[in-house]
């Protein structure tokens, strides 16, 4: 008999969601996950991102691809119904997805409006609530769920602005949606990756300056790549990360240790 290395996902299956281009965090994520083994469906958020994301297909092992905008029910439905038709059951899901509209994000936080705010924290937040209470019932052998935020839910990091309070209610659903799901074997994660520039980064206002900065001050003096977030995802999954839960794990080369 041969025993599987702990860090092996041989035999996992999952959802990958929040695909938009080669540069997507969610791209390393599905790279990554398919080099150690799993096999997943993959789900970008608009429609104008499949061209984008059909040339990434073999680089993720052909997953499954499917449109899954999360505000749109029956699109969620559709992909939690494959799911459940290819495999029966799922061992991870992992939620890598944000919007806040322009106005709201450039202006202060105090100034955001209440529609902008409730959108922010529909499609970056409460999404991970609704695409973990689809998960839950096929995690039936345990599982994993892994959200992505930013150090900016805990201190305030310039123009950063509404994301920063709608990733702090991230990280606490994390906590809550650990402790009600840990009963069930089900682990919840948060991974805090520092500055990578994404198509969703760029609508940071001067992130180039904040890229720049978190360079030169983080300890290991780099920036950090979607693959280095991959593998942290494939570790928190893996049997090697069975008694890791409900925390934020930063992949930011060490930024967040320095004032
Ligand atoms: P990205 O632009 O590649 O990914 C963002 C994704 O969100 C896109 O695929 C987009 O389609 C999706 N999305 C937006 N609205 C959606 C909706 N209604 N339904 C489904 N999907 C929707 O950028 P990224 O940087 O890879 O972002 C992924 C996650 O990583 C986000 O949560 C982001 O806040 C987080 N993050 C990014 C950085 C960074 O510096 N890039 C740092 C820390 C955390």
């Not at 890598?96 to 955001?112: K, T």
């Not at 937040?125 to 973990?132: I, K, M, Q, T, V």
Request: charged share 20%.
């Amino acid at each position: 008999m041969t025993t599987q290395h702990p860090f092996s996902l041989a035999g996992k299956t999952g959802i990958v969601t929040g695909l938009a281009n080669a540069d997507s965090i969610a791209f390393g994520c599905a790279r990554a996950l398919h080099e150690a083994g799993a096999e997943m469906i993959a789900t970008y958020g608009h429609a104008k991102a499949e061209r984008h994301v059909t040339p990434l297909l073999e680089a993720m092992g052909h997953p499954e691809l499917m449109l899954c905008d999360v505000q749109d029910e029956a699109q969620v439905e559709a992909v939690f119904q494959r799911a459940q038709e290819r495999w029966g059951r799922l061992d991870f899901l992992i939620h890598s997805m944000a919007f806040a509209n322009r106005d709201d994000l450039h202006g202060r936080v105090v100034d955001c409006s209440r529609e902008g705010f409730a959108q922010a924290m529909d499609i970056s937040c409460h999404s991970f609530l609704r695409l973990a209470q689809r998960a839950e019932p096929l995690m039936t052998a345990g599982g994993c769920l892994i959200t992505l935020s930013y150090y900016g839910a805990e201190k305030v990091v310039p123009n950063y602005g509404l994301m920063g309070p709608v990733k702090a209610a991230l990280e606490a659903s994390v906590r809550y949606m650990a402790d009600e799901l840990g009963p069930a074997g089900i682990r919840v994660q948060a991974i805090s990756p520092g500055p990578i520039r994404t198509r969703a980064a760029s609508g940071i206002r001067d992130f180039e300056a904040l890229a720049e900065d978190a360079e030169q001050r983080a300890p290991l003096r780099r920036l950090v790549s979607t693959e280095d977030v991959g593998r942290t995802a494939v570790f928190l999954i893996s049997e090697a990360g069975q008694s890791l839960t409900g925390g934020t794990t930063y992949v930011d080369a060490g930024h967040h240790v320095k004032a």
